[in-house]
């Protein structure tokens, strides 16, 4: 995808982010915006290709997916880690239900919470450091056959082949 694409894709995103924040009373000056890139991962069953948006900073780490209504079926937000951890998460003002998905420093998935609770705020903590968390629409991973040791592959992760 050519910056100028990006850009532009970008730029309607923030738009659409920032009409459903209005509606649920967010001020839009506070929303973040978020680089997207391509990610796959490797299952039994083959490899399943996604575009994600990177939230890096704690902002964009902060907002993740709250306020969206929808999210496409390839779409998906990853969390980065620059220095592995415990992860946190919680689904406050968050209107999708989601599969979490925590991912070791070699892209290693170490740990999968399916169908998250919209809106909730308990705490959903990875039993391990790990360098990210990627949040997919809820199911995707029981419909994809995706599982503990499956592998992300991204420039995150170092290749671990």
Do not use: C, Y
């Not at 070791?104 to 809106?119: F, K, L, M, S």
């Amino acid at each position: 995808m050519s910056s100028a694409t990006r850009r532009l894709v970008l730029a309607a995103g923030l738009v659409l982010l920032a009409a459903a924040a209005l509606a649920q009373g967010a001020p839009p000056s506070e929303l973040q915006g978020f680089e997207t890139t391509a990610l796959s991962i490797r299952t039994a069953a083959g490899e399943h290709r996604f575009t994600v948006e990177l939230a890096r900073s704690p902002r964009q780490q902060s907002q993740g997916l709250m306020f969206r209504r929808r999210l496409a079926a390839d779409a998906g937000m990853l969390f980065l880690h620059p220095v592995p951890r415990r992860a946190t998460m919680w689904m406050k003002n968050t209107f999708i239900p989601l599969d979490m998905l925590f991912v070791a420093a070699d892209g290693r998935i170490t740990q999968i919470v399916e169908r998250t609770t919209p809106h909730s705020l308990e705490v959903i903590a990875s039993d391990r450091p790990v360098s990210a968390v990627l949040e997919l629409n809820a199911g995707t991973a029981a419909r994809l056959g995706i599982r503990i040791g499956d592998r992300l592959v991204h420039p995150a992760f170092r290749d671990a082949s």
